[in-house]
């Protein structure tokens, strides 16, 4: 008898008492593993979760966070031949495969690098520019995101057993939270065996992910305001998660990633001719087999101009008919099974519903030549393409989770639109057209109803991921029927875990919560400048105040004669006084922030590396000739580099002039050795 799949909570391996329900190959119906309803204890999993794992994560920055997911990722990859061979068993073949297992690893690695580059060496991230709420600047806020004291909770969908919890799982542990993972249970058993390998890794801090095999029941019972729950399924599930108590009136956050009708629209413009022509529909055949077309963001409507219907629906058909349905680790397939005989049924009830409004053809759902495997105890179908009568409604209110697409007529652009929306919302749409007037009005049109718009043509088609692939940074989710929710999106989807809170309070009390310098708040001058201070010396408010420097005449005549920007207000004493801005010959801009450089520059080797940027930079009072001026520059932000001997100064620079009157104002970006501890 093959084994029950175990549970991973509170630290070690959960082993149900009974034996359980078995779990089918996809390919052949042989038993793969077996599973039990009845798992560990909820309520201590996720106590667990808050107790343990998240003071556990808390305590290390995001740089840390980040680094930790890339170790995860290089360690699973030593085991994809493992995942490849049980992912077959769920009817994925290798390009499917691919998709799933390397595009979580890759997720992994996307968020890594987006926490390394574009995260602080920190556990508070600041949203926005300072807000001065006083005249004196006595009273300013800053908003800030911090960790929730709680636990992420995923409830993921069949189709995607590696991706589908990697991709909820990064954002979430970079944002500080603990994970607890609920896999659908079909192909729960390629889960399991990933989140083996990443335990046994060591790299994970103890409590920051469980597992959950089997039923989800009381997930929900015992989550707060604190608790995030991130839910891929059917709308019908995610409806039913919706109205959970504690999601309606207890402070769950809810995020629902359901089942969607994506379209994929041709452009009136494209002719069998063009090369768009063959873009599209390799394109939509693309997403009919891709996964057996078990995925959320599969085309399933095909809207055409009637004018193109013909050659669109021959196209497609003899494209189809080129794909082999056969099992998943043979090479001459090029489309595996669906899940399962139950899933199969499920997907052939759907298409039955079609073909009250829509023509059949191409396809049988109900039998298929299969390779390599027999057709009766694998969940094997043929692709399905339909094409829809006018009016038709039934296209636009029914999925079917497999490989089955339907062809839609349209007459005008606008009526392209109006075709897209009634899908009540999708996670992605596509357009296909080279016209960029069509562009503009089809992706302005359809936008509010989708997560993700691809615009395909001749110029991006070599480089573009396509129209079914959801990336690391980009947004994942839709609105309406597709559930309203967001997943990835680079930070964002890490921010999207997190709580942003205003902070009111004085220059030094937001110094000292933010651990970033806040203007007027303390500065420190001492006898050392600044540049002569490794990371372990500087702190934050270190500053210099530099010498005073006249700008000459000769300084601007210089400047526009080697640089050769010879603008009037630098050159022309007529014109340059005629315009109020100037009211005379002002200095460059960029000749001031030199000059600045000039002034508080350290020339001598030393810790400060380089200087690699220059952000913010704004010029606000013209600079006349023969004005002074002298910089004030402050250590802002301090971000030591975990993988490197140095780190990343951010400076605050205000450019003064002998007024008093801030002229610019600017950040310097330098690279500072660490030094010894």
Same mark, same amino acid.
């Given at each position: 008898?093959?084994?029950?799949?175990?549970?991973?909570?509170?630290?070690?391996?959960?082993?149900?008492?009974?034996?359980?329900?078995?779990?089918?190959?996809?390919?052949?119906?042989?038993?793969?593993?077996?599973?039990?309803?009845?798992?560990?204890?909820?309520?201590?999993?996720?106590?667990?979760?808050?107790?343990?794992?998240?003071?556990?994560?808390?305590?290390?920055?995001?740089?840390?966070? %980040?680094?930790?997911?890339?170790?995860?990722?290089?360690?699973?990859?030593?085991?994809?031949?493992?995942?490849? $061979?049980?992912?077959?068993?769920?009817?994925?073949?290798?390009?499917?495969?691919?998709?799933?297992?390397?595009?979580?690893?890759?997720?992994?690695?996307?968020?890594?690098?987006?926490?390394?580059?574009?995260?602080?060496?920190?556990?508070?991230?600041?949203?926005?520019?300072?807000?001065?709420?006083?005249?004196?600047?006595?009273?300013?806020?800053?908003?800030?995101?911090?960790?929730?004291?709680?636990?992420?909770?995923? /409830?993921?969908?069949f189709n995607f057993p590696v991706?589908?919890?990697?991709?909820?799982? $990064?954002?979430?542990?970079?944002?500080?939270?603990?994970?607890?993972?609920?896999?659908?249970?079909?192909?729960?058993?390629? *889960?399991?065996?990933?989140?083996?390998?990443?335990?046994?890794?060591?790299?994970?801090?103890?409590?920051?992910?469980?597992?959950?095999?089997?039923?989800?029941?009381?997930?929900?019972?015992?989550?707060? &305001?604190?608790? /995030?729950?991130?839910?891929?399924?059917?709308?019908?599930?995610? +409806?039913?998660?919706?109205?959970? &108590?504690?999601?309606?009136?207890?402070?769950?956050?809810?995020?629902?990633?359901?089942?969607?009708?994506?379209?994929?629209?041709?452009?009136?413009?494209?002719?069998?001719?063009?090369?768009?022509?063959?873009?599209?529909?390799?394109?939509?055949?693309?997403?009919? *087999?891709?996964?057996?077309?078990?995925?959320?963001?599969?085309?399933?409507?095909?809207?055409?101009?009637?004018?193109m219907a013909d050659a669109v629906?021959?196209?497609?058909?003899?494209?189809?008919?080129?794909?082999?349905?056969?099992?998943?680790?043979?090479?001459?397939?090029?489309?595996?099974?669906?899940?399962?005989?139950?899933?199969?049924?499920?997907?052939?009830?759907?298409?039955? +519903?079609?073909?009250?409004?829509?023509?059949?053809?191409?396809?049988?759902?109900?039998?298929?030549?299969?390779?390599?495997?027999?057709?009766?105890?694998?969940?094997?179908?043929? &692709?399905?393409?339909?094409?829809?009568?006018?009016? $038709?409604?039934?296209?636009?209110?029914?999925?079917?989770?497999?490989?089955?697409?339907?062809? /839609?007529?349209?007459?005008?652009?606008?009526?392209?639109?109006?075709?897209?929306?009634?899908?009540?919302?999708?996670?992605?749409?596509?357009?296909?057209?080279?016209?960029?007037?069509?562009?503009?009005?089809?992706?302005?049109?359809?936008?509010?109803?989708?997560?993700?718009?691809?615009?395909?043509?001749?110029?991006?088609?070599?480089?573009?991921?396509?129209? !079914?692939?959801?990336?690391?940074?980009?947004?994942?989710?839709?609105?309406?029927?597709?559930?309203?929710?967001?997943?990835?999106?680079?930070?964002?989807?890490?921010?999207?875990?997190?709580?942003? *809170?205003?902070?009111?309070?004085?220059?030094?009390?937001?110094?000292?919560?933010?651990?970033?310098?806040? #203007?007027?708040?303390?500065?420190?001058?001492?006898?050392?400048?600044?540049?002569?201070?490794?990371?372990?010396?500087?702190?934050?408010?270190?500053?210099?105040?530099?010498?005073?420097? %006249?700008?000459?005449? +000769?300084?601007?005549?210089?400047?526009?004669?080697?640089?050769?920007?010879?603008?009037?207000?630098? *050159?022309?004493?007529?014109?340059?006084?005629?315009?109020?801005?100037?009211?005379?010959?002002?200095?460059?801009?960029?000749?001031?922030?030199?000059?600045? $450089?000039?002034?508080?520059?350290? &020339?001598?080797?030393?810790?400060?590396?380089?200087?690699? !940027?220059?952000?913010?930079?704004?010029?606000? @009072?013209?600079?006349?000739?023969?004005?002074?001026?002298?910089?004030?520059?402050?250590?802002?932000?301090?971000?030591?580099? @975990?993988?490197?001997?140095?780190?990343e100064v951010r400076w605050d620079?205000?450019? #003064?002039?002998?007024?008093?009157?801030?002229?610019?104002?600017?950040?310097?970006?330098?690279?500072?050795?660490?030094?010894?501890?």
């Amino acid at each position: 008898m093959s084994e029950v799949l175990e549970s991973y909570a509170q630290g070690s391996w959960f082993t149900p008492a009974d034996e359980g329900m078995p779990l089918a190959d996809a390919n052949t119906g042989e038993t793969v593993a077996r599973i039990s309803k009845n798992g560990p204890d909820v309520a201590a999993m996720i106590e667990y979760a808050r107790e343990v794992g998240g003071p556990a994560v808390r305590s290390l920055t995001f740089h840390q966070r %980040a680094n930790i997911l890339k170790e995860v990722a290089k360690h699973l990859m030593g085991y994809k031949d493992e995942f490849y $061979a049980l992912s077959h068993r769920t009817g994925a073949n290798k390009r499917d495969t691919m998709v799933d297992v390397d595009g979580g690893f890759g997720t992994l690695f996307s968020f890594s690098s987006k926490g390394r580059r574009e995260l602080p060496n920190s556990t508070v991230i600041l949203d926005g520019p300072l807000e001065q709420l006083s005249k004196g600047g006595t009273f300013v806020a800053q908003h800030v995101y911090t960790s929730r004291p709680g636990v992420a909770v995923q /409830i993921n969908a069949f189709n995607f057993p590696v991706w589908g919890m990697l991709e909820k799982l $990064a954002p979430a542990f970079l944002a500080g939270l603990p994970s607890i993972v609920k896999p659908a249970g079909q192909t729960s058993y390629l *889960t399991v065996a990933v989140v083996k390998r990443m335990v046994e890794s060591g790299l994970m801090p103890e409590g920051s992910i469980q597992l959950l095999v089997g039923s989800h029941r009381g997930l929900l019972d015992n989550l707060g &305001p604190q608790d /995030i729950v991130g839910f891929t399924g059917s709308a019908a599930t995610g +409806a039913l998660l919706r109205n959970h &108590p504690n999601v309606v009136s207890g402070g769950v956050q809810l995020n629902v990633e359901a089942d969607s009708l994506n379209c994929s629209i041709l452009g009136p413009d494209v002719k069998a001719e063009d090369p768009e022509f063959d873009l599209y529909v390799k394109q939509v055949v693309a997403e009919m *087999t891709v996964k057996a077309g078990q995925k959320c963001t599969a085309i399933r409507r095909v809207i055409v101009p009637s004018s193109m219907a013909d050659a669109v629906t021959g196209a497609l058909k003899d494209r189809l008919s080129k794909v082999v349905v056969g099992a998943a680790d043979n090479p001459d397939a090029r489309m595996g099974a669906l899940v399962s005989l139950d899933q199969r049924e499920e997907v052939r009830k759907a298409v039955k +519903a079609l073909r009250t409004s829509s023509e059949l053809v191409f396809g049988d759902p109900d039998t298929v030549e299969v390779v390599g495997a027999d057709d009766e105890s694998g969940a094997f179908m043929s &692709p399905v393409l339909l094409r829809a009568a006018p009016g $038709a409604k039934e296209p636009h209110d029914i999925e079917a989770f497999g490989p089955v697409s339907t062809v /839609i007529t349209y007459e005008t652009v606008s009526e392209a639109v109006e075709l897209a929306a009634r899908g009540q919302g999708s996670l992605v749409g596509s357009l296909v057209t080279n016209d960029e007037d069509v562009a503009r009005e089809v992706v302005l049109g359809t936008a509010p109803w989708h997560g993700r718009i691809l615009v395909l043509n001749r110029d991006d088609a070599k480089e573009s991921t396509g129209h !079914g692939s959801p990336l690391p940074v980009l947004v994942h989710g839709g609105p309406g029927r597709a559930g309203g929710g967001e997943e990835m999106g680079g930070v964002r989807g890490v921010k999207h875990h997190m709580q942003r *809170t205003a902070v009111q309070g004085s220059p030094d009390m937001l110094t000292a919560i933010t651990g970033q310098w806040t #203007t007027g708040s303390r500065r420190s001058v001492d006898d050392v400048h600044p540049f002569r201070k490794d990371l372990t010396q500087l702190r934050i408010g270190d500053t210099i105040e530099s010498a005073e420097r %006249a700008v000459t005449r +000769a300084d601007i005549d210089h400047f526009a004669e080697f640089t050769g920007d010879t603008f009037y207000a630098h *050159t022309d004493e007529e014109a340059a006084a005629a315009n109020p801005l100037f009211g005379g010959i002002v200095a460059h801009g960029y000749l001031v922030v030199s000059l600045a $450089a000039g002034l508080f520059v350290d &020339p001598a080797p030393g810790p400060v590396l380089a200087n690699f !940027g220059v952000d913010h930079l704004r010029f606000l @009072t013209p600079v006349k000739e023969d004005a002074v001026i002298k910089v004030t520059l402050t250590a802002k932000q301090i971000t030591p580099r @975990t993988n490197a001997e140095y780190g990343e100064v951010r400076w605050d620079a205000v450019v #003064t002039d002998q007024d008093g009157e801030a002229v610019a104002t600017y950040d310097v970006l330098t690279l500072v050795a660490k030094g010894e501890e």
